[in-house]
Every structure is written in structure tokens, then in C-alpha cells.
């Protein structure tokens, strides 16, 4: 067992920001906050891995690509590879693949890039790290996504919200109304003679092009 590495493994969730300026966190069930993440949008689970312990073999010009796991009986060299998934147990998909192999130092990075769901809702992905060279030394992490609404819809409530207040429209009924008032007959007029106003010229000298 002296031999065996330690692992310690961090991680977290890069993508957009997020748009939702009102969102308020909420607690998952083991303690931790459910994470707001836009619908169908790109995001990635960055990982970063720490090992310490190794096998004290020798190091030479053949081994000083990667970490050499501790097999004294196997017949040839064997790296420490790991493969890291990210999959949602409830549907038994699985998201994310990739097989690393770790370096000749203690630290290993990597990411595994996902599309959250197209429909809103909370959902339970579980990143598993799982040792090919090693029994015992697998792990898995949940990871409690709450899917909000796609950003383009977020970005487009603001556009118009920010539209429709610079309208800053302040109509009241007290209003006055912008009616042409007609103009005072001439002296010269007969009595009983009232002037219409243009409007109306317009539409009396439409009546006698027609009639």
C-alpha cells in the first residue's frame, strides 16, 4: 500500500457568466448550492489533479515521459492513466470521455467540455476519475446544475426592457389633443360664412375632383 499514489482531485465549471442578476442560490441536498448555468449553451469542467506517492523506480531516458505505476510483477513499464467521465446517472448518459496519462510531476490538468440541456430544470452530473492502472483509487464528485434560461433570452428581456424605457412614455388623459383650429372669416365674408380648415379643404376639394 506504501506504494500506491494519493489522489486529490479539484475542480469547477467555466463557461458564459451568468445573465441572471435576480437569481438567488439554493442548497442541494448534501450541503452545497445548485449551480445556474444557461440552456444549451457550451461549458467546460475543469479538473486539476493532484498525485503524490509513486513507486521510487528510477528514472531513464525511456521514463521521463509520464508517472510509472508500481507493477513489480508485470512484464513491461506501465504509465498511471486515468480516464475522468462526466455522465448523469438518472438518464445513463454519458456526456464526457477522456484518458489521461499523468505527467513526471505531481500535477495533472484537464478539461471536459459539455452543452447544458436545451429545457430549463435541475439536473445531477457525477464526475467519475477512475484509475486504469489502479484498483481502489476511483472517485466521483455530483455536480447540481440548475438550467436557467438561455442567455440569448435573457439578453433579449433587457434589450427591451431597456428600449421601453428610454420611450419613457408618460401619456395622461389630461393631454391636450393637437386639433387645427379653424380660422376667424374674413371681414368681407357674407354672413352666416364659416372657413374650414385645411384638413377639410383638402378633403372638399377631393369630393369635387371626384364628382
Known amino acids: 500500500m506504501k506504494h500506491l499514489p494519493q489522489l486529490k482531485v479539484d475542480f469547477n465549471v467555466s463557461g458564459r457568466p451568468l445573465l441572471a442578476d435576480d437569481y438567488k442560490p439554493q442548497c442541494a441536498p448534501d450541503g452545497r448550492e445548485w449551480m445556474p448555468l444557461h440552456?444549451?449553451?457550451?461549458?467546460?469542467?475543469d479538473i486539476h489533479m493532484t498525485i503524490r506517492g509513486s513507486s521510487k523506480r528510477k528514472?531513464?531516458?525511456?521514463?521521463?515521459?509520464?508517472?510509472?505505476?508500481?507493477?513489480p510483477r508485470f512484464n513491461k513499464p506501465v504509465d498511471e492513466t486515468w480516464w475522468?467521465?462526466?455522465?448523469?446517472?438518472?438518464?445513463?448518459?454519458?456526456?464526457a470521455m477522456k484518458r489521461v496519462s499523468a505527467p513526471r510531476g505531481n500535477h495533472l490538468s484537464t478539461s471536459l467540455a459539455f452543452y447544458t440541456p436545451e429545457l430549463t430544470g435541475r439536473h445531477i452530473y457525477t464526475l467519475y476519475v477512475i484509475s486504469q492502472t489502479y484498483l481502489g483509487l476511483d472517485q466521483q464528485y455530483d455536480i447540481y446544475l440548475d438550467i436557467i434560461e438561455s442567455d440569448i433570452v435573457y439578453q433579449m428581456d433587457k434589450d427591451?426592457?431597456?428600449?421601453?424605457?428610454?420611450?419613457?412614455?408618460?401619456?395622461?388623459?389630461?393631454?391636450p389633443l393637437d386639433i387645427e383650429e379653424p380660422a376667424p372669416p374674413?371681414?368681407?365674408?357674407?354672413?352666416?360664412f364659416s372657413p374650414l380648415s385645411s384638413d377639410a379643404r383638402h378633403q372638399a376639394w377631393g369630393r369635387a375632383a371626384w364628382s
Open 39 to 45: 440552456a444549451d449553451q457550451e461549458y467546460s469542467v
Open 59 to 71: 528514472d531513464t531516458s525511456r521514463d521521463r515521459g509520464a508517472r510509472r505505476a508500481h507493477c
Open 84 to 95: 475522468v467521465l462526466l455522465g448523469e446517472p438518472d438518464t445513463g448518459e454519458l456526456i
Open 160 to 175: 427591451f426592457m431597456d428600449f421601453e424605457g428610454d420611450l419613457n412614455l408618460d401619456i395622461t388623459e389630461d393631454d
Open 186 to 192: 374674413s371681414p368681407d365674408a357674407p354672413p352666416g
